[in-house]
């Protein structure tokens, strides 16, 4: 059993997630619930807790707001929130779980499943614990998302977007080519990043891949479009996703050759 909390500021949230929770995970065990950041921290400081649904929105201190006793309690927390694109992105791009309301009782499910397997093997809490502060650390600024999580089989990598050269899919699987040489394959289509990363540094050039402008030494269409990356790597250009590269690297450079080389 995973001994869980519920905060949440309105009542019909609360009461219909616990509902949920009681007919479709009997794993899960509420240990109380909370309307407040006050009132959690008090339910974090007098329980065991493993599991915490943390609403983002609420008056007074938000959510993100609880982190740092949620790390200090090493639980896991699952975000529920209405949509918010900003910390949406921030969240996937820590590779942190959340349920959008209204809730889907299957994706409620799914989401206690991995944190029930996560807690299992919970020797990764370091990694988390980093992702989380990354979070913390994305939503105040509230910039371009500049770091992500990466699972690696081991837990989880916390990667500079600036250390990423490109990334090329392999079936439902993505796989990120560092500038240190080290691969990273992810269990998540392409689509997924390419709505993380931001626009004006990556851009999708093909079905397959995604590159950062910051690596590309040259581009040219003597075999067809194709980018030449400054790791020797080649990559093709699709004929409909030629023009969108074309005003990318337009906006990106300066052509004065340091960059881009067009032929």
């Known amino acids: 059993m995973l001994n869980a909390i519920i905060v949440d500021d309105e009542e019909f949230a609360r009461s219909s997630l616990y509902f949920l929770l009681q007919e479709n995970c009997e794993n899960i065990n509420v240990s109380g619930i909370a309307k407040s950041v006050a009132e959690a921290r008090t339910l974090l400081a007098q329980n065991a807790i493993d599991l915490v649904f943390l609403d983002i929105a609420m008056p007074g201190e938000n959510g993100f707001e609880l982190i740092p006793q949620v790390q200090q309690s090493k ?77 690696n089989g081991q837990g989880y990598s916390l990667v500079s977007i600036d ?46 891949s995604i590159v950062n402008l910051n690596y590309l030494k040259e581009y040219n269409s003597k075999n067809g479009l194709e980018v030449i990356l400054k790791n020797g790597g080649k990559l093709a250009v699709s004929r409909r996703r030629a023009s969108d590269f074309a005003d990318k690297v337009r906006a990106y450079t300066s052509f004065d050759g340091d960059k881009a080389t067009s032929n």
């Open 75 to 151: 639980a896991h927390i699952i975000f529920t929130t209405a949509y918010d694109q900003y910390a949406l992105k921030a969240i996937k791009a820590n590779a942190l779980d959340y349920l959008l309301k209204p809730i889907d009782i299957d994706e409620l499910k799914e989401s206690v499943n991995k944190a029930s397997r996560y807690i299992t093997m919970s020797k990764n809490g370091e990694n988390r614990s980093e992702s989380l502060q990354n979070l913390s650390a994305s939503l105040n600024e509230r910039n371009e998302i500049r770091k992500i999580s990466l699972p």
């Open 163 to 208: 250390d990423i050269i490109h990334i090329e899919a392999d079936s439902n699987y993505s796989v990120f080519y560092l500038a240190n040489g080290d691969k990273i394959t992810v269990s998540k289509v392409l689509k997924e990043y390419e709505e993380i990363l931001p626009d004006n540094q990556f851009v999708r050039i093909h079905k397959s």
